[in-house]
């Protein structure tokens, strides 16, 4: 099970990011049909609305991927190379996995941060949505950001902390959010 797990969760934070990024995208591709149509609906001031929408939603998309590349990175060397390795090979393994845990969370903590403040302004831009789905994503990509933030500066006593991270750090929970955040987007009118 627990083998299972230090697979999967790699593999959903890298395609959690990359199909944020592409719902991201795609909404935008939609918008851009139906531009024709966006244009008898609404006056044209909303036109410059949505355009610093996009922006907002791109830059939080793609902010999301890069907080999660150090994530993904400590996991695939957790699972990949300091178990499979030994000697030479698995010192130089530790070195990585250090200086990924060391050096490069510290992103995942703040540049996750700011991809949450952007999807909160991109979602406070966002207009003429077809479905609530988006919301509730929105709404528990903060949580799970607050979850981050909990761990991070231990606000709770250490019993909880151990369930906090269990959850922070569940890939169902993750690939639900990002999923719900990319099934919201399709269906976007
Ligand atoms: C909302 C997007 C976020 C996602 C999808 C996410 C996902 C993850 C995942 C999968 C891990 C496990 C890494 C490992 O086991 O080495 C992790 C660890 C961690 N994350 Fe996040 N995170 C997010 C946001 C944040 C934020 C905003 C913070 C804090 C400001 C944060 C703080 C942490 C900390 C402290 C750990 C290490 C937990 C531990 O093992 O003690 N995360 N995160």
Redesign the pocket.
Known sequence: MMKRTGVL?PV??FV?AVVSVSAFADHREKKEHQFFNKLKEHTSGKSQEDHGNENTGQMAAWL?AV??FP??G??LT?RFLLTKTSGNFQKTAGKIYSWL?KDL?PY???L??G??IMALIHFRLSWCRSTSLPEWAVLL??L??????I???RLIPQPLIRKV?AI????A??VG??GLLFLGHQFLD
């Open positions: 969760i959903i934070v959690s999301f907080a999660n994530v993904a400590t996991l957790r845990k969370m995942h903590y703040v996750n941060t991809a949450i990509v903060t799970l950001g607050l979850s981050g933030m761990l991070k500066f991270r922070h750090t569940h890939p929970v993750v959010v990002f």
